[in-house]
């Protein structure tokens, strides 16, 4: 009981058979292979949750605590600050009419033309299948209206 109770899988009984023994440790590797698939999974589905896989931008579930946190310094620090949503309406009909690698290319060509657009990014976030929500540190509405 104790044994199990600090995480043992399995138990070999003495005397026991070279066939029995074989069975169990397969058993019990096999085991620590599936977890160790799990663990690595779940590794790699916080990661999505934080990157877009496409555009390399900010996923949406980290938008809300950047958010949260960049409005902070902004008040803090008395500096004005822009959350601008930028989305792409012909996405749709590029990604019916040419397919997912035309699609994944024109969410990659429209990041780079918010980088080159607005600015000073402070943070850019895929939070839709063609809508960016981007944070503009020390600017004003107006700024980020004429692309700064």
Do not use: W
Not at 47 to 67: H, M, N
Not at 119 to 140: C, G, K, M, W
Request: hydrophobic residues 45%; contains cysteine; charged residues 25%.
């Amino acid at each position: 009981m104790q044994a199990a109770s600090l995480g043992a899988i399995d138990f070999v009984d003495k005397p026991f058979r070279v066939p029995a023994l074989v069975a169990r440790l397969e058993r019990v590797l096999a085991i620590a292979g599936l977890e160790r698939r799990l663990a690595n999974a779940e590794s790699s589905l916080q990661s999505l949750k934080r990157i877009d896989p496409v555009t390399g931008c900010g996923a949406f579930g980290e938008l809300y605590q950047a958010l949260e946190a960049e409005l902070y310094v902004a008040k803090q620090q008395n500096r004005p600050m822009v959350c601008a949503v930028v989305s792409d309406e012909r996405y749709d009909a590029n990604l019916a009419a040419k397919g997912r690698a035309a699609g994944d290319r024109r969410l990659l060509e429209l990041r780079e033309c918010i980088g080159k657009s607005l600015a000073p990014i402070q943070s850019t976030f895929r939070v839709d299948h063609a809508e960016f929500v981007v944070l503009l540190a020390n600017a004003t509405a107006e700024d980020a209206r004429h692309g700064i």
